[in-house]
């Protein structure tokens, strides 16, 4: 069985930082993207940013870019999103996804549980 577990999320001020991880088991994601989505109060859920199997490929939504950065460990099984100048827009329940690809434009398979993000003004 499959299993996306985030950590790491919590409440910072605005320009701070947060590094979300997410722990897959059950299989490993060859050949697939893995990535973050986020989700806040009365909105529908966001793309954030996906990365490729061998993280030569890197993707961010527009509001993101410049300020997160994904990562993986294929060793570990393990994505990461470090999260910089946070804002108080930033403030979201945030998903880990896998087995999906961007350029293919197919939507993830596997979902974590969700960890919030609380960005103070």
């Known amino acids: 069985q499959v299993h996306l577990v985030e950590s790491g999320g919590g409440l910072v001020q605005a320009g701070g930082s947060l590094r979300l991880s997410c722990a897959a088991s059950?299989?490993?994601?060859?050949?697939?993207?893995m990535g973050w989505f986020r989700q806040a109060p009365g909105k529908e859920r966001e793309f954030v940013a996906a990365i490729s199997w061998s993280g030569g490929r890197t993707y961010y939504g527009e509001s993101m870019k410049g300020r997160f950065t994904i990562s993986r460990d294929n060793t570990d099984n393990t994505v990461y999103l470090q999260m910089n100048s946070l804002k108080p827009e930033d403030t979201a329940v945030y998903y880990c996804a896998a087995d999906f690809s961007v350029l293919e434009d197919t939507y993830p398979d596997y979902w974590g549980q969700g960890t919030q993000v609380t960005v103070s003004s």
């Open positions: 059950g299989r490993t994601f060859s050949n697939s993207d």
